[in-house]
Structure formats: C-alpha cells, structure tokens
C-alpha cells in the first residue's frame, strides 16, 4: 500500500510540475529530445537568440573563438512503479505491492570541428521492493553505457562517412529487431565499429559488434564474448510510394549457448529483410518480412516473419482518432524430434513489445492487435489496444523478449494463448517532462492453463521522465 502511495504521489508531482511548466517558454524552435541522446545536435545554439530554453548554457559549451569545437552536457531521470498481479499467471514468487525503478543517465558530447567527436554517457538504474529481487534488466549501479569516438569524413557536397568505435546504442526501423531497449530499466548497448555513411536521402550502416554485457554494481559491465552481432542496414525513400520509405538489411548473429524448446545449442543465424513504410498522415503503414538461416548445434535454421501495422487517423472527428491495426506471425518450431529448428529469433528487440509487462515476446507466435488512439491535444494522448495472441506452431513453446523460454510447449496441445486489452495515457507536460500511466489486464488461454498456472494477469505501470 506504500508503494500505490508513492506512486500516486510521483503522478501529483508531475500534475504540478506540469501546471508550473505551463508558463515557460522553450521558444518554438527548440527540437524535441532523442531516444539515443547521441543522436542531438545543439550547433544551431551558436546563435544567441536560438538560447531560450533554461537549459541552453550548457548544451552549447564553446571552447575556443569561433565556437566550432565545443562541449554539450545531457541527462535524464526515470522514476518508475510497477505492479503485478499473477505475474508470469501465477508462476513464482509474487509481489502484492509492487516495486520502484529508477534510471538516470548523464552524458557529455565533445565536438573537435566537425570531423572528430568523443562522447560519453553514463547509466546508473536501480529496483526497489521487489519480491525476488531485481531481474536481469533492473539493476546496474552505475556503469558506462555509451563511451565512442566518431571520425566524420565529408565525400562531396552532400555525403558523409562516419566511423563510430567503442561502445554505443544501436536502433533500427521500428525497432524489431535491434533496440536500445528503452522499456526496461537497463537500456542496451554494444561493444564494437559502426561505419555511417549518410546524404539527403540514403543512410547505409555497417555493423560489427558484440553486445554489453549487463552486471549489476560499479563499473563491471563489459562485452557479452559468448555472443556477436554484424551485418548491414540501409534506409532510403521509394519515389512510386508518395511518402514511402524502405528498409533493407542483412544481420548475423552468433550465440555460443542458446536455448530453445528443443534445447540448447550454438547458435549462429543469418537474417535478410526488408521493411516498407510510411509516416504521413492520414494513412501510416509499416510493413516487415524477414527470414532467417544457419546452424543450431547439428542442425540447420530456417525460420521467419512476417509484421504489419497500418493506422488511418481522421481529423473530422473529435479527438482526431488514429484507427489501427497489427497483424504479426514468427515461425515456431515444427518437429522437437528433429535436429533443425524453425523458431524465429528476434535478435535484440525492443523491451515492450507487444505491452510494458514484457510477458511475450517475438518469436513462436500470431498476434492481432485493433487499437484507437485519441490526440486530446498535441500533449497528451490516449490509447486502447486489444492484443490476441496464438501459437504460430504447437510443437514449441512461447518466449520472452530475450528469447528465454516462458512456457514450454511439450505439455498442451492448445494454440490460442490469450488476448490482452490496455491502455496508455501519456501527456508530455512540456520539452523535458513527460508522464505515462498504462494498465492491462491479460486473459489467460487454454495454452497458458494447460502448460501450467494460468491465472489471468493485472497490470499497472507508471513513470515519470525528465531530459535536459
């Protein structure tokens, strides 16, 4: 009961934080924040009437005359309540009052001119009251999370080669498949090179990397040797597609150890996809298919996927309503008795997948997700979502987002997992501060309560987030 309190206290600190942020001006040309902070540019501050936020002096430091090598200082503070009932459907220990998650994040950008760069984040994330303690993406005291060297080289008058070594967020597409993980406390990182090239309108990335490993005190992360990730990503528009984009990508992963329902195995898989998409409005699209090969033990791989989410928004109507709708399929394992695997493996993706709970993950399954957004105005907005959920083959289980497996599928010959109805208010107070509040209420199916506890699932979740 504590925890609700404070909880419903972090909401009344946002509430008047929010009334008081009414009368500030951050002036109309300050550009909305990053999901990975590297990714901002605060040169436009050379100018002093672009200074209008409180926070401008220090997110343009000049350190010699005509201000073309500088320093810029971030950060940015997580304050989160959790809470479960029946989590994981009743299998475990279970917490009646909920826990806290905190996440801040302090970083320095240091510009030598326009060809060389250092930068340098620091994470620390902390749990609080939870039952069990804290799970793999809770905790991490204090360690370096982002800490690179770029070196820009101009080719011509519009392209760019940048190569970014050290550790660094990676973030691609829709974040299916390579994600910086912002949903759990931990964010994720990787150790490695990146090679950027970039014009107006073609963006190609080389990848070599293994992913950080997460320990949970000071200073200890370090590369994940068991495991490697590499391959390329190219981003460029489709001119018979009014507002069209598309992505195509070739991606290798290595896992020394993996584990599936079959059981466990070196991993080494290839991925090749593509992804066809646009963001005007009023129709938006998201189109993605993807399919895999490789080895798993003795065994050879060969899975899939198929993802879509389309949304028409009308500003006929009041509250100017965005309809849409997901469909997904991934490719489950077909024959335990074999020693090929079909079960697709989402490599990195994003920590909320299909929900914040986290409680399915991509791979092994059929989803059909209706949802309405309402836009009550450019600050907050409302969204109803309805989630149903099969497996896509009977012969495996369900996974995780980590691709840890949840359920094994050996003890229930049932398809239909469940279905899930949420929703997420989110109001962005004003540039630095944004407040979220989701509920969700998972129906367990006849999978979930043959292959064990299969107890329906409440879910509450709110946080607080502040930038600078």
Known sequence: MSNCLIAIAMCGIALLCGTMAEGRETGPSAPPYELNRADEDYQYLRAPSRRTDFWDP?????????????????????????????????????????????????HGDLHFGDNVRLFSQLQSSLENGRRGGPRSTD???????????????????????????????????????ISVREGPNVRQAFDGFRVMYRTDALSIDGIATEPAETRRHVFDDGPDNNQALWGIYSVFPLPFLPGGNADFYYLGLYRRQARFDKGVGR??????????????????????????????????????????????????????????????IASGDEDPESTDLQTFNPLFPKGAYFSENGLIGP??????????????????????????????????????????????????????????????????????????????????????????????????????????
């Open 58 to 106: 220090v997110k343009y430091l000049p350190l010699n005359g005509d201000g073309s090598w500088y320093l810029s200082i971030g950060g940015e503070a997580r304050e989160r309540y959790e809470y479960f009932k029946n989590d994981k459907w009743g299998e475990g220990a279970q917490d009646p009052n909920g826990y806290f998650l905190q996440r801040y994040f302090l």
């Open 139 to 177: 905790e991490d005291e204090l360690d370096l999370h982002q800490g690179f060297l770029d070196l820009k080289m101009g080719l011509d008058d519009s392209g760019a080669l940048t190569l970014r070594s050290g550790r660094q967020e990676l973030a691609y597409g829709s974040q299916r498949i």
């Open 267 to 328: 991993e080494a898989r290839h991925s090749v996809g593509t992804r066809l998409w646009r963001t005007k409005k009023p129709l938006d699209y998201n189109f993605e298919f993807l399919y895999q090969w490789g080895s798993f033990g003795s065994g050879d791989i060969r899975a899939w996927t198929a993802a879509s989410d389309t949304g028409y928004t009308t500003h006929s109507l009041p509250l100017s309503p965005r309809f849409g709708l997901r469909a997904d």
């Open 363 to 468: 791979a092994n399954f059929i989803n059909v997700n209706p949802s309405v957004q309402l836009h009550f105005d450019k600050e907050v907005t409302a969204t109803v979502n309805w989630d149903f959920f099969w497996r896509e083959s009977m012969h495996d289980g369900i996974y995780n987002n980590a691709v840890t497996l949840v359920r094994s599928g050996k003890n229930s010959h049932a398809r239909y997992i469940g279905s899930q109805p949420q929703a997420q208010l989110e109001w962005n107070l004003d540039r630095h501060m944004t407040l979220v509040v989701i509920y969700a209420h998972f129906l367990a199916g006849p999978f979930l309560r043959e292959s064990g506890p299969g107890k329906d699932v409440d879910y509450v979740t709110t946080w607080i987030t502040y930038k600078f």
